[in-house]
Every structure is written in structure tokens, then in C-alpha cells.
């Protein structure tokens, strides 16, 4: 009986199988019937669930709601996942399904790899998402659109999110950057998820930051003037695949970006990244302006700091440091020139100033121009600015390097000729103040040189 009910359930098989119509189907199996009358119960309901096509039904409507998902969706995967009911998420973790008591999610972003099954790459993916999810349960977190995108806004949730990313495996990363792609301009301006964007730039794929420049091409400028953006952009500028497409979008807006407090740092970062030329074009016209300006100044000084080919602006900001100087801003652009220009940058300065050094180092900005010099300068340059101060008198005859050194800005310059000066120049200066030292004394700005006088003297003994 048993060899009887196993060919008629292979016939049958093969019919239930076969192309033909129903009417022809049902004649074969009258055919069949006759031979397997003997067959068990468990071939009989065989027969009918072939043939009867409510039955079929019937039978896959028994498997439960998890399962038939997962049947349509072989490359998704659903976990467990026990949140009260108002706490449900949507996509992309998607909305929970809930089965005798427990509620089933569907992960519509994880794609089940290639992997075999006993691979240990498969548990840890799934431990990387249960662990999303708990952050999300634990700090509260809920979205109607995207939970990633939700924890990446949420202060604790951008740390999070970028610590898993520098341990996640490329999968995890890849999967985690395709859940915010959607949302990547909205995170950019956001003010803990442009964390979260800038850590894709730095360990993403080319692929991936191609789709974030996407993301942000047609508001570059906007983004570059925006408090949080700006830093995603200054971020992309580092990253070699994509710096030059944004240069192309900043060209022409230049003047507009160094004179805004988040748009000027881009712009130092092209000039430290990309490209300097371009911003020189733009810029040098107008240099000794946005010298005093409180962001251009800091923009000029990386161009000097990067580009060998700004001496035409140099030679501008130069010709006009009378003025610079004495510029609350300006004054800073001139101490960079010195201090990281060439000997003839320096020494234009210094002749430059020559006729007012006296003035400038009683000024509140210029005095810190005058340390400079000292600083920077040559012994030549140095014994040139004390002869001009030793021999500068004032409007009713006073001793202006006793003025000078009695000033509240003034004794500064002094101090640093006394730490710099070296042989017979400093021993022209000490005998000088040493002089004077009753004057000296009436002031408290001097204090400080009194006492260097005194403690070079005891050195000599």
C-alpha cells in the first residue's frame, strides 16, 4: 500500500504541477483516483489542497502574519520588538506586527546578505540594529519617518550613532548611511545630526559622499552661511573626491563668505585644501578693505599662510600698514605679514612705520605691531627702531622712550627690547632707563621693567 500511495502521490504531484486547464486536470485525476483508492488520510488531503483552490488558501493562510511577511520579503528581516503601542516606529525600522502576544518589526533596510549560515558577521548585524533599538527605547525615541535619522538629532543619539559607526563593519555602514540618505540636508543644518553626516564624509565611500554632495549641491552657499552647515561643508573640503565640485559652486561668492562669521571659515578651508588662486582673483582688489574687516583679516592670513602667490596683494596691505596698524583688525594682518612674510616684507614694514614708531607704540592696536618688529626683526632692524626711539623727543621736550616705558601699551615694546637686544644695543637701552629710573618709579606700567633692569644688573655682578 504504501508503494501504491507513493506513485499516486507522484502522479498527483506531477499533475497538480503541469500546465494543463482544470477540467483536464480533474480527468487525469479520475484516472489516478481509481488506482489509490487504498492511500492513508494524509495523501487524501494532499489530493484535495492540489485541486481545491480555497483549500489552498486555507492551508497558507495558517502560517501567522510574521511568516507570510517574510515570505514576501525575502530580503528583509523581522525581529521581535516589545514597545508599547504608542511607541511603534515607522520606516525604516517599520511598524510593528503583533503575533500571540509579541510584536514582530520589519528591518525594510537590512538586507540579508549572501552570508552562509554559520557566518559570525550575520549575528553581530543583527546585534548592531538591537542595539539601536534599545538606544532608541531607553532615550525615548520615536519617528514617523526615519528612528536613525531621529537618534542622529538627538544629542546623545549623534554620539551614538557615531561611535557605532567607527567599530560597524562596512555593511553596517553602508546600511546605516542608505536609512539617512533621504535626510542628509536635513541633517546637515541640524544642530547635533551634522555630526552624524561629517562622520560619513570622513568614513564613507566615494559612492556615499558623491550622494552628500548631491544631497547639498544646490544649496552650497546656503549651507556655507548656515551655523551647523558650514561645518559639513568645511568637512567635505577635506575629502579629495568632491573638494573641487564644491570650489566650482563657491566661485563668484567669495567676498560674500569672508565677510560672514560661518562662511569665512569655508573659504579658509578652501585656501588650505583646494585652492587659493581663485579666492586671490576674487579678493585682491579689495584687500586692504577686508583687512580690516573681522573676518576677512583671518581669511587673508591663510591665504599668506598657503599661497606663494599673493604678493600683489601683499605689496597693497604693505603700502597701506600707516593705516593697518592703528585697525582694531588690521593691526593682525600686518603681525602675520611679519611674522611669517619674508626679510623684505619685514623691512618694507619697518621703514614703512619708521617716522611714527614712538606713536605707534603708545597705540592700543599698533604697539602690538611694534612688539612684533621687535620680535621678528633683525639685530639691524632692532638697533635702527631703538635709535629712532632714543632719539625721539615730544612737543615740549620730553624723553619719549621714558614715556614710552612709563605707557600702559608703550612699556610692552620696551620689555621686549630688553629681552631681545643683545651686547652694546642692550647696554644703550639699560644706561638710558637706568638714568631715568626716578621717573620710572612714579609709574606702576613700569614696574615690570624696573624689576628686569634690576636682575640683569645683579647678573653682571
Not at 599673493?310 to 593682525?332: H, T
Request: proline fraction near 2%.
Amino acid at each position: 500500500m504504501f508503494e501504491k500511495s507513493n506513485r499516486g502521490m507522484q502522479t498527483i504531484s506531477h499533475i497538480a504541477r503541469s500546465n494543463v486547464n482544470s477540467n483536464d486536470k480533474q480527468k487525469e485525476f479520475s484516472l489516478c483516483e481509481t488506482n489509490i483508492q487504498t492511500m492513508d488520510k494524509e495523501c487524501t488531503d494532499i489530493i484535495e489542497d492540489a485541486f481545491n483552490p480555497i483549500k489552498c488558501t486555507t492551508w497558507q493562510s495558517k502560517k501567522n502574519l510574521v511568516d507570510r511577511i517574510e515570505e514576501d520579503h525575502p530580503t528583509h528581516k523581522s525581529i521581535e520588538y516589545n514597545i508599547e503601542e504608542k511607541k511603534i516606529v515607522l520606516p525604516p525600522i517599520g511598524r510593528g506586527l503583533k503575533e500571540k502576544g509579541k510584536r514582530h518589526i520589519l528591518l525594510n533596510s537590512i538586507k540579508i546578505d549572501s552570508f552562509s549560515s554559520g557566518s559570525s558577521e550575520e549575528p553581530q548585524k543583527e546585534q548592531f540594529f538591537e542595539e539601536v533599538l534599545a538606544f532608541a527605547k531607553k532615550r525615548g525615541i520615536t519617528s514617523s519617518e526615519n528612528l536613525i535619522c531621529a537618534i542622529s538629532k538627538d544629542q546623545e543619539g549623534s554620539r551614538f550613532i557615531q561611535k557605532k559607526l567607527d567599530s560597524a563593519t562596512i555593511e553596517e555602514i553602508d546600511i546605516t548611511f542608505e536609512e539617512i540618505c533621504p535626510w542628509i540636508s536635513e541633517l546637515i543644518v541640524d544642530l547635533f545630526g551634522n555630526y552624524v553626516v561629517q562622520k560619513f564624509l570622513e568614513i564613507g565611500t566615494t559612492e556615499q559622499r558623491e550622494k552628500i554632495f548631491f544631497a547639498m549641491e544646490s544649496t552650497i552657499i546656503s549651507l556655507a552661511l548656515h551655523m551647523y552647515g558650514c561645518r559639513v561643508i568645511q568637512k567635505a573640503l577635506e575629502c579629495k573626491d568632491i573638494n573641487r565640485k564644491i570650489v566650482e559652486k563657491i566661485k563668484g561668492h567669495v567676498i560674500d563668505l569672508v565677510c560672514d562669521q560661518n562662511g569665512n571659515h569655508v573659504v579658509q578651508k578652501c585656501v588650505e585644501c583646494v585652492d587659493s588662486d581663485f579666492v586671490i582673483k576674487e579678493f585682491e582688489e579689495d584687500a586692504v578693505s577686508l583687512s580690516r574687516h573681522r573676518y576677512g583679516c583671518r581669511v587673508i592670513q591663510r591665504i599668506f599662510e598657503n599661497s606663494t602667490k599673493c604678493a600683489s596683494a601683499i605689496d597693497k596691505i604693505i603700502s597701506n600698514a600707516k593705516l593697518l596698524v592703528e585697525d582694531q583688525y588690521g593691526n593682525y594682518v600686518i603681525q602675520h605679514i611679519l611674522e611669517k612674510g619674508t626679510h623684505a616684507h619685514k623691512r618694507k614694514i619697518i621703514t614703512e612705520l619708521s617716522d611714527n614708531i614712538a606713536e605707534y607704540s603708545i597705540h592700543k592696536f599698533a604697539s602690538n605691531v611694534m612688539e612684533k618688529c621687535v620680535i621678528c626683526g633683525t639685530s639691524e632692524d632692532r638697533r635702527y627702531m631703538l635709535k629712532q626711539l632714543k632719539s625721539a623727543v615730544g612737543p615740549a621736550g620730553e624723553d619719549l622712550l621714558v614715556h614710552i616705558t612709563m605707557d600702559k601699551f608703550g612699556n610692552y615694546v620696551v620689555q621686549r627690547l630688553l629681552d631681545v637686544l643683545t651686547g652694546a644695543d642692550k647696554e644703550v637701552l639699560m644706561s638710558h632707563l637706568r638714568a631715568n629710573i626716578a621717573d620710572l618709579k612714579k609709574s606702576s606700567y613700569a614696574k615690570c621693567i624696573i624689576s628686569k633692569l634690576a636682575l640683569l644688573d645683579s647678573k653682571k655682578e
